[in-house]
C-alpha cells in the first residue's frame, strides 16, 4: 500500500481503461473529461476536505489521468485525525467512474 506523506505535494494518478467494441481488448480510455481526485475517509466516500480534492488531467492522450495535492494542506487536514490511518484516493467523474484505493497516512516520508 502506497503511503500519503505530511508535508510533501501527493500526486494522484489513475490509469482508465475500457473495453473496445469492436475487438473485445482492453485499451486506454481516452479523452475523458470531468475526472476528479479526492483523500475520503471512507471507501468510495466524500472528500475529508475541499482542499483535498482537484480536477485531473491526462498525460497526452495515455488514458493517464493526473492532479497534485498540495503537502501544506495534506498537513493542515489530515495530521490531527489521520495520521497512521488508512484513507482512501477516491477517482471518479459522477456518473461512469468510480475508483477507490486504499493509502496510509504517514507523518513522514520514508525511504
Known sequence: MKTVSLDNDWELEYAATRKNASTGAIEPAT???GLTG???ATD???TIHA???VSLSERGT???YFGVLQGDDLRAQLAASFTN???YEVFGDGTNVLTS???LVAAVRRP
Do not use: H, K, N, Q
Open 85 to 87: 490511518v488508512v484513507i
Open 101 to 103: 484505493v486504499p493509502r
Open 44 to 46: 468510495a466516500g466524500a
Open 38 to 40: 479526492r483523500l475520503s
Open 62 to 64: 495515455t488514458g493517464i
Open 51 to 53: 482542499s483535498l480534492s
Open 31 to 33: 479523452g475523458l473529461a
